[in-house]
């Protein structure tokens, strides 16, 4: 294939944590989770509003830290796409996620694996798992918890670039 030279195009998606404490009204600790874990979290990486990534981003590997049972969790667009098959729309559907219960903050390291008619290589992000809120005062903590409606969310809105992008790839990345 050929490169489409001086063509930049970009694609926004976000990723990151979101986190609740366990409690005894509508987040309690599920039965077999260990009395240490205090929160259940989730790391993803999905489109802005729930677009669809899948057409660009075909697996996405976290690395978790090593004291969680099997750290490194790769996950397949293809494999989504086909438990979705005949389910009704729901929420977080069209994103890659893991979701997992500890009591300690730590650095995920996310991998991102582009469609293989891009020819990019993969690219590596890193994401602090945040399960307590942070601000200089116990206002702006709280500020941070009302906001979540009681969950921690760490996201970060990005926009991946195509940098002169084959012309069989930027085909696809326009016809969506
Ligand atoms: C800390 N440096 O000490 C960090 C490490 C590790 C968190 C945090 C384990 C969960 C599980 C877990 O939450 N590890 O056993 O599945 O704060």
């Known amino acids: 294939g050929k490169r489409m030279k001086g063509v930049q195009i970009y694609r926004p998606f976000v990723y990151g944590t979101t986190a609740k404490p366990f409690n005894d009204t509508d987040n309690p600790r599920p039965p077999g989770i260990p009395l240490d874990h205090t929160h259940s979290w989730q790391v993803f990486v999905k489109g802005v509003e729930d677009t669809d990534v899948f057409y660009w981003l075909r697996r996405v590997q976290f690395k978790l830290h090593e004291s969680i049972p099997n750290p490194m969790r790769s996950i397949d667009a293809e494999t989504i796409q086909k438990e979705n098959a005949g389910k009704p729309p729901q929420k977080h559907q069209r994103a890659f996620v893991v979701n997992e219960t500890g009591w300690g903050e730590f650095e ?5 694996y582009y469609s293989l008619q891009s020819g990019e290589k993969p690219q590596t992000l890193y994401h602090h798992l945040r399960l307590h809120p942070y601000g200089r005062n116990e206002e702006e903590k709280e500020a ?33």
């Open 108 to 112: 995920i390291t996310i991998k991102l």
């Open 144 to 176: 941070m918890r009302s906001q979540g409606g009681g969950e921690i969310k760490a996201w970060t809105y990005e926009e991946q670039l195509f940098n002169e992008p084959f012309e069989e790839f930027y085909k696809l990345l326009t016809s969506g």
